[in-house]
């Protein structure tokens, strides 16, 4: 029988595979794709997150792949600079640096195949689970192959299927909302600098940045009201609407270059009340979605394995019964839980303050035109911007590697 089987080799699942995997422990990780280029699902990496990817002994690898840490973030409001923010915002602190997804978690695999503990199963999902006496004890994969495990960690993400296994329900948050990713060629005026723009015209908003493949991503929030006919997006001329919303210099790339077809990322935001069922821990976005705004998800899952690490290789270690395990799991979301309420709120507060100035066109008006020109108020609401992105970056709570 496994130690662990964890499900999902997304950035928690996989971190927390190569945790064990060096600390001893009989690893078995199941993956439903073939290879980690599927769909986007973010780079940039808050100094939460690059903290917990110092403790797991991972900062070469980052510095290794394709990176970019951020030089400043920027808000255009109808077409004027509002203001600006330099990264990083702490002096001598850590910028918020993007990292391109498919090879850091290349690296990580690569990292945790040194140990013959260690076993990777990709290409087929998890469907089902075998239990024993109310107790999960394996899992059943498309191809019908029965794994035993000790303990499964479900690790795959939003749409999470071992949370529905597990009966763990999710309480979703009203600010689900969907977003078109664009990605286009770049322009020379764009790579000489690194910046992240959040820009709003009229009702639409959008926030623009280099991307580590070296091209422009564009992530448009997508407004929809109740009876919306939800394809409509599909018939409308992107080039010319993105070009309408955006500051002259962009508008300029957009007109010269080939814009492909966006896709459409549904966000699910929520938490579960409860993580954890006997035989069963759910982690990263499995136990609580997050929204996309201010890069929060991939530091989140971090930081969970952290902790989870602290609380499961000491009883996976002494092979400790299955009644010791279980026991730890509630304590991994006692101490998690904190963090990822105040977070979420953060963020909530994030997209209402987008949502008013959206909404309230006089104050948009009213901040695009005195911003410009009165430092005062420049000032004030850059520093109010600030105040609010502290937590957002260095997280709530204390997080430290023990194991
Ligand atoms: C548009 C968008 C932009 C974002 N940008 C950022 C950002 O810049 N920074 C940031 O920190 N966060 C960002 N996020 C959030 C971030 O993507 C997630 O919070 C993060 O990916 C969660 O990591 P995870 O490992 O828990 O889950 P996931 O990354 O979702 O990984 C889950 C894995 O499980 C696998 N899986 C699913 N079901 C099964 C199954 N049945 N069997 C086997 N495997 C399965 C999936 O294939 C996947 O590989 C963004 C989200 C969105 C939607």
Redesign the pocket.
């Known amino acids: 029988m496994s130690q662990v089987v964890i499900?999902?080799?997304?950035?928690?699942?996989?971190?927390l595979a190569m945790l064990l995997a060096q600390r001893g422990i009989d690893v078995k990780l199941?993956?439903?794709?073939r290879n980690?280029r599927?769909t986007?699902?973010?780079?940039?990496?808050?100094p939460s997150?690059l903290e917990a990817i110092e403790f797991m002994g991972l900062t070469d690898l980052v510095a290794q792949i394709p990176h970019r840490p951020l030089d400043a973030w920027e808000f255009i409001i109808e077409n004027r600079s509002v203001f600006r923010v330099d990264e990083p915002m702490e002096p001598g602190g850590r910028a918020c640096t993007?990292i391109s997804?498919p090879d850091f978690?290349a690296g990580v695999m690569a990292a945790a195949q040194q140990y013959p503990n260690f076993e990777f199963i990709a290409g087929?999902?998890?469907?089902d689970f075998v239990w024993e006496n109310d107790r999960a004890v394996g899992?059943i994969?498309?191809d019908d192959r029965q794994i035993d495990a000790r303990l499964i960690v479900g690790?795959?993400?939003?749409?999470?299927?071992?949370r529905q296994k597990a009966k763990l329900p999710l309480d979703r948050q009203s600010q689900s909302f969907d977003?078109l990713?664009f990605k286009l060629p770049s322009s020379p005026e764009f790579a000489a600098e690194n910046i992240f723009y959040s820009i709003l015209c009229g009702n639409d908003g959008f926030g623009l940045f280099l991307g580590c493949d070296g091209k422009l991503q564009i992530?448009w929030s997508l407004q929809r009201q109740p009876g919306d006919d939800p394809n409509a997006w599909q018939r409308l001329n992107w080039k010319q609407k993105l070009a309408a919303a955006a500051p002259d210099r962009l508008a300029t790339v957009l007109q010269q270059q080939k814009l492909d077809r966006p896709f459409l990322?549904?966000?699910t935001v929520g938490l579960c009340p409860q993580w954890y069922a006997p035989g069963v821990l759910l982690?990263?976005?499995?136990?609580h979605?997050?929204?996309?705004i201010?890069?929060?998800?991939?530091?989140?899952?971090l930081r969970?394995v952290i902790v989870a690490a602290n609380y499961l290789v000491p009883v996976l270690q002494q092979h400790a019964d299955l009644a010791e395990i279980d026991a730890v799991l509630p304590q991994i979301q006692a101490e998690r839980e904190p963090e990822i309420i105040q977070i979420q709120k953060l963020q909530s507060a994030e997209v209402s303050q987008g949502e008013l100035l959206r909404n309230y066109a006089p104050l948009r008006y009213g901040v695009s035109w005195l911003a410009p020109h009165v430092s005062l108020i420049r000032n004030r609401l850059r520093q109010s911007w600030i105040d609010r992105q502290l937590l957002l970056r260095r997280g709530v709570t204390t997080v430290s590697l023990k194991v």
């Open positions: 499900i999902g080799a997304g950035p928690t699942g996989l971190t199941i993956e439903a794709s980690f599927r986007f699902r973010g780079e940039a990496l808050m997150g993007l997804q978690l087929t999902a998890v469907r899992v994969l498309g690790a795959d993400g939003r749409s999470s299927i071992v977003v990713w992530g990322l549904s966000v982690l990263g976005d499995a136990a979605p997050m929204s996309p201010r890069a929060q998800g991939i530091n989140m899952g969970d």
